[in-house]
């Protein structure tokens, strides 16, 4: 397509994930004042931006000599690409790895406009002055170098999307637990109180009667004996309660107890013991900006236990 063998395209997808990597590792870094390895994979590439341009090249190259059409082809192009993935992304794994949110005009905090515009400029820089260096480059390769080049790097490439793949789900099912067992804490604490409410709703009930019968008992003598069948009925029901109470209390504490056996051996798989844990950390130091729309508290607590390792690395 275009006049560019498949090879070729796959070159050029692999030198502009590498440009793209680049780029947003040294302005995150400047960003967090520390260096950064940004992207979702380990080494240095950000297929988003490999796939961006294939998508500008897609679309701008049959029009590159008008750089308006340039503009909006290359902008309509990426944009739908950067939509399309975060979408999925986080369908996938439940946590965004980029996030417009905070941005005027995004739409569900995948693009936004000023990206998209962005977009349109990168289209712009890439067909004027980028791609024909590049392209002299590709196209003055040997096809035997070029071919050797091409299997060296998809195998290398696909072994590390594994490990990243596999990262971003062991963060996914961290947070999902973690999300779980703090559901699981609240609904014990909503019934405790509940149990709380009634027995206290109890006690005030026996003190009212009572102070009640012992009034009746002083003005009334002559009723002391139905006071006592009385009371003597009450105190069966109050048995009778405080039981089912007991054995609700019961129910309620071996639940604490189990969950509280679940949080021990979620710690014990805390920092530092749990390798599933260590590699979503890893991703996370590789994506700050991550964020969940579901699991925003969970990742919150992840984010947060990563920044207290991090400051204590550097004492």
């Keep these: 397509m275009y006049g560019y063998h498949f090879f070729q395209w796959i070159l050029f997808f692999f030198i502009y994930c590498f440009f793209g990597w680049i780029w947003e590792s040294c302005y995150v870094s400047a960003k967090e004042r520390k260096w950064v390895n940004r992207g979702f994979l380990h080494g240095p590439l950000i297929p988003i931006y490999g796939f961006g341009a294939l998508a500008v090249l897609f679309a701008a190259i049959p029009v590159r ?16 690409l950067e939509y399309v993935t975060g979408a999925v992304m986080e369908k996938i794994f439940k946590v965004r790895y980029w996030d417009y949110s905070g941005q005027p005009l995004n739409l569900n905090g995948h693009i936004c406009l000023g990206a998209s515009l962005a977009w349109g400029a990168f289209s712009v820089l890439l067909i004027r002055y980028i791609h024909a260096p590049v392209e002299r480059a590709v196209l003055g390769m040997q096809t035997d170098v070029a071919e050797v080049i091409v299997f060296v790097a998809v195998m290398a490439f696909a072994v590390d999307m594994t490990q990243s793949f596999n990262e971003a789900m062991d963060l996914r099912e961290i947070i999902e637990r973690i ?4 559901q699981e804490l609240k609904r014990i604490q909503k019934r405790v109180d509940v149990i709380a ?4 709703a109890d006690i005030q009930e026996y003190k009212k009667n009572l102070s009640g019968h012992l009034a009746v008992e002083n003005r009334m003598q002559e009723l002391s004996d139905r006071i006592c069948a009385y009371l003597e009925r009450a105190k069966d029901r109050s048995e009778e309660a405080a039981h089912g109470l ?3 209390i019961e ?18 798989l805390g920092p530092g013991k749990d390798k599933r844990y260590q590699r979503s950390i890893r991703l996370l130091r590789r ?5 969940s729309r579901h699991y925003r508290e969970a990742l919150e607590e992840v984010m947060s236990k990563n920044n207290m390792i991090s400051r204590f690395k550097h004492r």
């Design 251 to 268: 129910r309620v504490s071996e639940e604490m107890k189990k969950l509280q056996e679940s949080l021990g051996r979620q710690q014990k």
């Design 197 to 200: 409410a009634v027995i206290d």
């Design 287 to 291: 994506n700050p900006g991550a964020v």
């Design 65 to 80: 000599d008008d750089l308006v059409l340039v503009y909006i082809f290359g902008m309509v192009g990426a944009t739908l």
């Design 246 to 248: 007991r054995e609700e």
């Design 179 to 182: 999300t779980e067992n703090s």
